[in-house]
T-cell receptor
Framework: AQSVTQLDSQVPVFEEAPVELRCNYSSSVSVYLFWYVQYPNQGLQLLLKYLSGSTLVESINGFEAEFNKSQTSFHLRKPSVHISDTAEYFCAVSDQGDYKLSFGAGTTVTVRA | DAGITQSPRHKVTETGTPVTLRCHQTENHRYMYWYRQDPGHGLRLIHYSYGVKDTDKGEVSDGYSVSRSKTEDFLLTLESATSSQTSVYFC?????????????FGPGTRLTVL
C-alpha cells in the first residue's frame, strides 16, 4: 500500500492570494491520484483526479494539480483563493489494479479576508 | 452524494458496549468501504466489501467487524467499544468496477465512547 505525505498540516492564506498544497507518495509504480475536499461537518468530495495522459489536471472551481512521476508528487494549486475555499484537503493514491485508497493526513486551508 | 446514507449520524456510548453503524446505498455499487477519520491521520481504511458476503480487512481492522448481506447495506460493528474508537466514521462506495473509479463518501457518523 502507498504511503502518502502531505507536507503541511495547516495553511493560512489571504483571500485572492495563491495557495499550493503539497502531496508526495511512496512508490513510483503506476498510480491513480486524487484530491478530495472536506468542508466543515461534511463528508469528502472529489476535487480532481489524475488517471493518465496530461500531467496537469484541473477542477471546475479553479484548482489544478500536477502529476510528477519522477518526484512522486501531486501538488494542488489555486492562483487566487476565496473565503469559500476554507476546508480540509486530502490527497489520496491507489496503485493501478488496487481497489483501496491511501490517504494523506490532510491539509487545513484557512482563507482570511 | 451518490445516494449514500449513514445511521446514526451521532452516537454516544459507554466503554464495553456493542455498537453497529449502518451504511446504505441506493445505486447497487459493488464496492463499499468503512473508514475512520482522526486528526493527524487523515482517513484510514477499516474494512471493505467487494460484494455480498465478500469482505476484507483494511489497515485498522482490529476491534471491528463488518457484514454485508445485501448489496445496499454495509454494517460496521464494534463488538466492545473502547475510548480509542472515538472517531468520525465514513462509509464510501466505488462508482464502478474499475480500480480508477473514484470513491464517493457518505456524510459520516460521529461516535463518542465514554
Amino acid at each position: 500500500a502507498q504511503s502518502v505525505t502531505q507536507l503541511d498540516s495547516q495553511v493560512p492564506v489571504f483571500e485572492e492570494a495563491p495557495v499550493e498544497l503539497r502531496c508526495n507518495y511512496s512508490s513510483s509504480v503506476s498510480v491513480y491520484l486524487f484530491w478530495y475536499v472536506q468542508y466543515p461537518n461534511q463528508g469528502l468530495q472529489l476535487l480532481l483526479k489524475y488517471l493518465s495522459g496530461s500531467t496537469l489536471v484541473e477542477s471546475i472551481n479553479g484548482f489544478e494539480a500536477e502529476f510528477n512521476k519522477s518526484q512522486t508528487s501531486f501538488h494542488l494549486r489555486k492562483p487566487s483563493v476565496h473565503i469559500s475555499d476554507t476546508a480540509e484537503y486530502f490527497c489520496a493514491v491507489s496503485d493501478q489494479g488496487d481497489y483501496k485508497l491511501s490517504f494523506g493526513a490532510g491539509t487545513t486551508v484557512t482563507v482570511r479576508a | 452524494d451518490a445516494g449514500i446514507t449513514q445511521s446514526p449520524r451521532h452516537k454516544v456510548t459507554e466503554t464495553g458496549t456493542p455498537v453497529t453503524l449502518r451504511c446504505h446505498q441506493t445505486e447497487n455499487h459493488r464496492y463499499m468501504y468503512w473508514y475512520r477519520q482522526d486528526p493527524g491521520h487523515g482517513l484510514r481504511l477499516i474494512h471493505y466489501s467487494y460484494g455480498v458476503k465478500d469482505t476484507d480487512k483494511g489497515e485498522v481492522s482490529d476491534g471491528y467487524s463488518v457484514s454485508r448481506s445485501k448489496t445496499e447495506d454495509f454494517l460496521l460493528t464494534l463488538e466492545s467499544a473502547t475510548s480509542s474508537q472515538t472517531s468520525v466514521y465514513f462509509c464510501a462506495i466505488r462508482a464502478g468496477l474499475a480500480s480508477y473509479n473514484e470513491q464517493f463518501f457518505g456524510p459520516g457518523t460521529r461516535l463518542t465512547v465514554l
